[in-house]
């Protein structure tokens, strides 16, 4: 679908809703949909979908493929919104559900000679209000003062709150080798942020450049620091110091077999799982692992129970210990089988038209970034499935490979998988597909794409590169929430970015050893 003036528009097919995302400058009562390309050449909307749209509230279609599918066309158009006073403590309370916005001033302020220095309440250049700035000055009640915009008026509550505090620590989000502090004291103000480890006497100070406001919250980025440690901060304003808090970073654990020493057959096969029970090294003992082989008579049947091993271990080449992982993408009976390698347990199969995964394993840390090497060779494209929505592709296009990345707070009840490995995927049904850039248990996500003469990284410009050698690639992970921690961590590699759909090349391999987390 393609929308005028629109950022982004998001297909969901789990909740079949298409959610418009537009500037706030965007008049909601006339949104325009250019184009719309449904995905089953016998689909059939119950309304005009190209056209002019009042999306104020949502509006439900059916989508007919044999039988109705009720739809919901939603456009969301953020608003930035802030209300500011002069000598504010900390930032400003809104509240847009409410219509409230509630700002602090230090303890022996007159509430009723204020100064507003900065307000926005709807979009910008276009919104109106029924008291001038100028003249919010008495907010010893509350000031009520209307906001219109699109010939909407909404009634808004200005909040002018005393504070007895004018200086204090509100948060530390400590990571494993950096912490954001964030105290609250009065806007305008001069703030400096000091640390040191616990047991040390001299405080170092944090670069001024490393410091950020909003009003009166300021936030400190301290770089540089240890993992598993206790450290100590404090915040200076003038002649005011704040109580010294105290905070442990994380722990900066590592990926369980991540260079692929600990492998074993399957019992009674000629084909890997990608751990060793027999190892008598803890890391590599149990699952962490899993491949579209299955695990047979040890676990649930895979690729290899119908005889196509699509994930094996390759002693000749390698990076780094004995051997690596190969990733190789295969087919029977013109049905592609793509290559790969996950964190998680393969779920079964699909007769003979899919599989079942389970992604994920548990994991509590956050890291900035995943390095491993990869090689790659591939070809031209020579089976064509299904392809997702806005996706052409031909067998004049060549495969190429694809690792994702993402941290999150996945419930596996919501997402259907189990407790260690919550994200469950049916190949067969595009509605359990998860994009990890949109979905809103995704802490954080990275992307790298292999293409037959180089790569992209996070949707950036393609890089050219000889993928058939051995390369490092460092994907940055993109962080969603910079504040919640993740119960799980999911790695999926692939020898063809579109074997989910079935489409690809049927000798793509995707080489992958020394995998590691990078804090």
Not at 114 to 140: H, N, R, W
Not at 344 to 353: P, R
């Amino acid at each position: 679908m393609e929308v005028e003036g629109a950022q982004k528009v998001e297909i969901d097919y789990s909740k079949r809703e298409v959610v418009i995302s537009v500037p706030e400058t965007t008049d909601l009562r006339k949104i325009v949909v250019q184009s719309v390309e449904l995905d089953h050449e016998l689909a059939e909307a119950s309304i005009p979908l190209v056209g002019t749209h009042d999306l104020t509230s949502p509006i439900e279609f059916n989508l007919r493929v044999y039988q109705d599918y009720v739809w919901t066309l939603r456009a969301v158009r953020p608003v930035e919104r802030y209300f500011k006073v002069q000598g504010q403590v900390g930032s400003t309370t809104i509240d847009e559900h409410n219509f409230r916005a509630i700002a602090m001033l230090p303890e022996g302020n007159d509430l009723t000679d204020v100064t507003v220095t900065e307000l926005k309440l709807g979009p910008a250049d276009l919104t109106t209000y029924s008291v001038p700035i100028s003249q919010m000055k008495d907010f010893t009640e509350g000031l009520s003062v209307d906001v219109t915009a699109f010939d909407v008026t909404e009634k808004w509550t200005l909040f002018v709150v005393l504070s007895d505090v004018s200086l204090e620590i509100a948060n530390v989000n400590p990571w494993a080798t950096k912490a954001y502090v964030t105290a609250l004291g009065i806007a305008g103000n001069e703030m400096k942020f000091q640390y040191r480890a616990v047991g040390q006497s001299e405080w170092m100070q944090v670069p001024p450049e490393n410091v950020t406001s909003d009003g009166g919250t300021y936030i400190a980025q301290i770089n540089g620091l240890q993992s598993s440690t206790s450290y100590e901060a404090v915040a200076v304003s003038g002649t005011e110091e704040s109580s010294v808090v105290e905070f442990t970073t994380e722990a900066d654990t590592k990926l369980p077999n991540g260079s692929f020493e600990y492998t074993s057959l399957v019992k009674g096969s000629n084909y890997y799982k990608f751990y060793d029970p027999d190892c008598g090294v803890e890391e590599g003992q149990t699952m962490f692992w899993g491949s579209g082989n299955g695990e047979g008579p040890e676990g649930v049947n895979g690729s290899a129970n119908m005889g196509i091993i699509i994930t094996t271990v390759d002693k000749e080449y390698k990076v780094d210990g004995t051997q690596s992982v190969c990733a190789q993408t295969s087919q029977m009976a013109g049905i592609l089988a793509a290559g790969n390698l996950f964190t998680g347990q393969f779920a079964g199969l699909v007769g003979t038209e899919g599989g079942k995964v389970n992604f994920g394993r548990p994991w509590t840390t956050r890291p900035t970034a995943l390095k491993l090497y990869c090689r790659y060779t591939t070809s031209k494209i020579d089976i064509i499935g299904k392809m997702p929505p806005g996706i052409s592709l031909t067998k004049e296009d060549n495969d190429r490979a694809q690792i994702k990345f993402a941290i999150g707070n996945w419930e596996y009840r919501k997402y259907g998988g189990t407790a260690d490995s919550p994200v469950h995927v049916n190949t067969t049904d595009p509605s359990t597909f998860v994009d990890f850039s949109t979905d809103p248990a995704t802490i954080a996500d990275g992307d790298l794409i292999i293409h037959k003469d180089g790569y992209i990284l996070n949707g950036a410009e393609k890089v050219d590169s000889t993928p058939w050698e051995w390369a490092e690639y460092t994907i940055p992970l993109n962080y969603h929430t910079m504040d919640q921690i993740p119960t799980h961590i999911i790695i999926s590699c692939a020898a063809s970015q579109y074997g989910d759909y079935f489409t690809g090349c049927s000798s793509s391999k995707l080489w992958i050893d020394a995998v590691e987390l990078i804090y």
